[in-house]
Nanobody, 118 residues
Framework: QVQLVESGGGLVQPGGSLRLSCAAS????????MNWVRQAPGKGLEWVSR????????GYADSVKGRFTISRDNAKNTLYLQMNALTSEDTAVYYC???????????WGQGTQVTVSS
């Protein structure tokens, strides 16, 4: 069955970097859109980034554009989110999710906590 497992979260100082990973199983990343979505404490879900099935088209929320980069490793069937220049506003649980915005995100991982604090 489809499974998404995030890792790579942790505590980082403002201005620092982290790379999140999302290991996929039960399907191949090249067959569907993939997304990163986050939820800050006390707030709703916020879409962060997407990568299309072809791997050649990306999208980013304005809040992360220029600082975050989504990518994947087809051989490892793993999705990544490189996060640079982190601020306290990036503190959230980060989820990877399978599917497009139009069709709906049908599978989600369990999330990984990112805390940006000095």
């Amino acid at each position: 069955q489809v499974q998404l497992v995030e890792s790579g979260g942790g505590l980082v100082q403002p201005g620092g970097s982290l790379r999140l990973s999302c290991a996929a199983s039960g399907f191949t990343l090249t067959t569907d859109f993939m997304n990163w979505v986050r939820q800050a404490p006390g707030k709703g879900l916020e879409w962060v980034s997407r990568l299309n099935s072809g791997g050649d088209s990306t999208g980013y929320a304005d809040s992360v554009k220029g600082r975050f980069t989504i990518s994947r490793d087809n051989a490892k069937n793993t999705l990544y989110l490189q996060m640079n220049a982190l601020t306290s506003e990036d503190t959230a649980v980060y989820y990877c999710a399978k599917g497009s915005a139009s069709d709906g995100m049908d599978y989600w991982g369990q999330g990984t906590q990112v805390t940006v604090s000095s």
